[in-house]
């Protein structure tokens, strides 16, 4: 079994891609997804983001509003790297529990871990393979403000967070070309599917 990182910028079409691998036979897990699970209620992490940030990101029922917490959360790289310091531990010991678990499957062949900030936590020193998924800003702003509901401002803002492409792009295996149309993008996942599992024997 392999495992294989899916990283890219905000809103650049990770998860498209990912439920593309997921449909040739990866297994796929989604680091946000992960991550949204240690925020619930009485949890460590929960009581320790509410040290940080204050009851004011609460919802009326003591869950943590999300929405809230991001605002306060990217106002500057101290209070980003304060909130990352308290998920990312937890969230990388569940991943490598469910990739351990997994390994035990001898069906599954690969397991995919999708993560805007794999490069950046360092979360890419457990991966086999790295797949950068390539878009531009614009396109990243306007699926931003699609999908997300995200402002400009607010998109601008999350991606200061983030590693450029070029940057990134050092550390990848495979570049997924994801600027023009659905149909050539599902080729290129194909193609590089493919070579992965020839390249190891899988």
């Avoid at 990912?18 to 992490?45: P, Q, S, W």
């Avoid at 029922?61 to 937890?90: E, G, T």
């Avoid at 070029?166 to 590089?192: F, P, W």
Wanted: contains cysteine; hydrophobic residues 45%.
């Amino acid at each position: 079994m392999i495992v294989i990182g899916l990283t890219g910028g905000l809103a650049s079409g990770k998860t498209r891609i990912a439920k593309m691998f997921a449909e040739l036979g990866a297994e796929v897990l989604n680091a946000d997804a992960i991550a949204h699970r240690a925020l619930y209620k009485n949890t460590h992490c929960y009581k320790q983001v509410i040290g940080k940030f204050g009851k004011s990101i609460l919802n009326p029922d003591d869950s943590i509003n999300r929405k809230k917490l991001a605002r306060l959360a990217f106002i500057s790289d101290k209070k980003q790297k304060q909130l990352c310091s308290i998920i990312h531990p937890w969230v990388f010991a569940y991943i490598r529990e469910k990739i351990k678990k997994t390994e035990k499957n001898k069906a599954v062949k690969a397991v995919i871990i999708e993560a805007v900030l794999l490069i950046e936590s360092g979360l890419y020193k457990d991966m086999d393979k790295i797949l950068l998924v390539m878009s531009t800003a614009a396109q990243q702003i306007s699926r931003a403000a699609l999908k997300r509901k995200m402002t400009q401002a607010q998109a601008k803002q999350r991606m200061r967070f983030q590693f450029g492409f070029a940057q990134k792009s050092k550390y990848a295996d495979y570049i997924i070309d994801n600027r023009g149309a659905l149909k050539d993008t599902e080729k290129k996942v194909k193609k590089i599917w493919e070579s992965i599992l020839r390249r190891n024997n899988l």
